[in-house]
């Protein structure tokens, strides 16, 4: 007996519909249960104590089943709150279990469920915004986190350089060793680059055989210089796979106007200079001067 009054208390404390059910039922039988208790009470029956008891009745059982329903219902609330947060404001609602009913295990699956969305978001944006070869951010990561580095510039009055440098003759490694030698290739510039490269500096693969750099705090004396070091450094990468051809790239640098000039801007700008290091002859630094800052002879092709 005892163990079966158990099974029937934890029934009810687990379901949502049982308890609904025992508080309506208690609730509908609360007039009942008043008349029988004052016809047992053996005081003088009338109709105006009967109607009287019913009317009282009736509206405590009313008060009761308001007070249950409420009780069982209010965590539908707070989840429905924390969902249109969510929603609107990608604010991550702190969801508590209050009872292990059917509301406490659908709050722990929508809690579940959020944990799970935000996991997958979190891998879909570092995917979105990192190159999957390089392991370096793309062009859309650049660009985001380097406005914000822009405005801080602006507001420092802190100078502000970009670098732009393409692989000089990158197809013809590709025809002539295959696109794994090809992506050897582009793999160790950006682990030359990370290493040349100050940690706070921000390097990106553009895109095909193009990667950027931007370097907060920079001048543009400063920038070439760096520059420089990692066009020398690529110039001495030993790439097995290329039987002893070494790579080189071509680098255009542009300190930024932070008044006027946006991510954009610097980046075309940077673009323009990179075009020129190619026409005059590739493996070179060039920027605003009209002759390249830094001139080597092309490497063979």
């Known amino acids: ?25 208690v609730a509908t039988h609360i007039p009942i249960i008043s008349i029988a208790a004052y016809v047992a009470s053996g005081a003088a029956i009338s109709a105006q104590a009967v109607l009287l008891i019913i009317l009282l009745a ?26 249109k947060s969510y929603r609107l404001e990608s604010h991550i609602p702190r969801l508590v279990k209050q009872r292990d009913d ?11 469920l959020i944990n799970s969305l935000e996991e997958k978001l979190s891998r879909l944006k570092r995917q979105a915004f990192s190159d999957t070869l390089t392991g370096l951010g793309n062009r859309r990561w650049l660009a985001e986190v380097v406005s914000s580095e822009i405005a801080r ?47 706070y500096d921000l390097v990106a693969r553009l895109g095909g055989e193009e990667f950027c750099a931007f370097l907060p705090g920079t001048n543009l004396k400063e920038a ?34 932070i008044a006027r ?23 070179q630094v060039q920027t605003i001067e009209a002759q390249p800052a830094v001139m080597q002879t092309a490497a063979p092709d």
């Not at 249950?68 to 969902?83: S, T, Y």
């Open 153 to 199: 510039s602006r507001r420092e009055q802190k100078p502000l350089s970009v670098i732009v440098l393409d692989i000089d003759h990158f197809k013809r490694i590709n025809d002539a060793f295959g696109h794994d030698t090809g992506d050897e290739v582009l793999v160790a510039i950006a682990e030359t680059a990370k290493r040349v490269l100050r940690p």
């Open 261 to 283: 000039e946006h991510f954009k801007d610097m980046l075309r700008i940077a673009d323009d200079y990179l075009y020129q290091a190619k026409g005059g002859g590739r493996n």
């Open 58 to 83: 009736t509206i405590a059982g009313t008060a009761f089943a308001f007070v249950v329903m409420r009780h069982l219902l209010l965590p539908v609330g707070d989840l429905a709150r924390g969902l």
């Open 224 to 257: 070439m210089l760096i520059a420089e070091r990692l066009r020398e450094a690529i110039a001495a990468l030993q790439i097995e796979t290329l039987r002893g051809r070494h790579v080189t790239a071509s680098f255009g640098v542009h300190e930024g106007n």
């Open 1 to 25: 007996m005892k163990r079966k009054t158990t099974r029937i208390r934890e029934f009810l404390s687990s379901s949502l519909v049982a308890q609904a059910f025992a508080g309506c039922f």
């Open 102 to 112: 059917d509301l406490g295990r659908l709050t722990d699956e929508v809690r579940a």
